[in-house]
């Protein structure tokens, strides 16, 4: 079953800037996450990278996400699609940024996967080394993304 996408734009002032943006929310009609696509989308070492970075973060842009990976981007929008098919992230379109976060209406069951995954991983290598990394690529995209 093929998720309905459904667009929206509302006008938004960055607060950092000033400047009027368009804000698109690419918004998937959620439906119930099935255990079986659920898991199958955790069973992959850069998903999970991904999903502990979120946990930490709440939301972070596609550019943040392949700098503190160190991975390019086409492999980490790829592997953001998957997790977003599957229901487990929920993304939003910022201008040209795009931003994902754990999807808010996750089963009680899988949201407690996912805390007990990111407290499995949280001190283990790559997992640690990519919370290292994001102060200063958060700190990076401020300088050059957004100016």
Wanted: aromatic content about 6%.
């Amino acid at each position: 079953m093929t998720p309905v996408i459904l667009t929206a734009l509302a006008p938004a002032v960055l607060p950092q800037t000033g400047r009027l943006v368009h804000i698109g929310f690419s918004r998937y009609r959620f439906r119930m996450v099935q255990p079986e696509q659920f898991m199958r989308a955790l069973a992959d070492g850069t998903r999970l990278r991904i999903l502990n970075l979120l946990l930490e973060r709440g939301e972070l842009c596609v550019c943040e996400l392949t700098g503190a990976l160190e991975m390019a981007q086409p492999k980490v929008s790829r592997h953001l699609a998957i997790l977003r098919e599957a229901g487990v992230v929920q993304d939003r379109r910022e201008g040209l940024w795009i931003h994902y976060r754990i999807h808010p209406e996750l089963p009680l069951w899988a949201g407690r996967l996912l805390e007990a995954l990111r407290d499995g991983c949280r001190e283990r290598d790559p997992y640690r080394h990519d919370l290292e990394r994001l102060p200063s690529v958060t700190r990076e995209r401020r300088d050059t993304c957004d100016g």
